[in-house]
């Protein structure tokens, strides 16, 4: 499985970040994504102080910043859709330019509204990254469970995670399989366009079916075994101090930033 380091984001380590609860940690993810969803569009002090936060606990982590930055980029397509505010919100215009028959204006309250949002979905991605980065998938869904999240979700998660890798491999050898019965003197597998699609087609087709009648096999097989929807660790389930100062301290550091950027915005 060679393609395990890009779908597996866990980088092994022994520091405070890794140490923590992953329950901590789950509740810790929410609460920073929740408090910059709740932050008015414009606070940019505000952001600049919870990417602080996210810079020392990267520090804090041991991984490199380089490797948690790159994998957090992934935000940033997906918050270019926001990009229709700024031409459509109130406000004065910054900038005009005519595209065919139409006449486009970004204004100042449009390009806050975008740059925010492209921020504050960065900013959420990379504490998520974080998460990844310092919690092995067992952990977290073993911290999914005592949070009592329902059973179907944590089951459904585990599965894909599991067989995840399965797939991908059975679409791997089905690849290398019709590259290898596809082979032309010139270096080129394959024939026109249309060929191609239909070709993968089949292999969409054929891999789906597999991939059912696989998971037919493993149900059987878990049902004739007792499974009744709890998968038991040994886990042990206290928390301790250090989880319980940082979670406070976390939780207190946001609330702190959020009430006064709440009062200074409404002076």
Known sequence: MTHIHVLDQYQEGSSLAHRLDPRVKLVLTLAFIVAITALPHGAWLSLLLLLLAMGTMIVV????????LKRSMIAIPFALTALTLAFTSKGTPLLTFTLASWSLSITDRGAVAFVSI?????LAVLMATLLAATT???????GMRDLGLPKIIVSTVSFMYRYLFVITDEALRLHRAREARSAHRDGKGGGS???????????????FLRSYERSERIYAAMLSRGFQGNVRTMRAKGLRATDLVVAIGFVIYLLVILTVTTIWMEI
């Open 118 to 122: 492209l921020a504050k979905a960065w």
């Open 61 to 68: 982590s041991r991984i490199r910043p380089l490797l948690i």
């Open 136 to 142: 092995s998938f067992p952990d977290l869904l073993a």
């Open 193 to 207: 366009v249309t060929w191609r699609a239909r070709v993968l087609g089949g292999m969409i087709g054929s891999l």
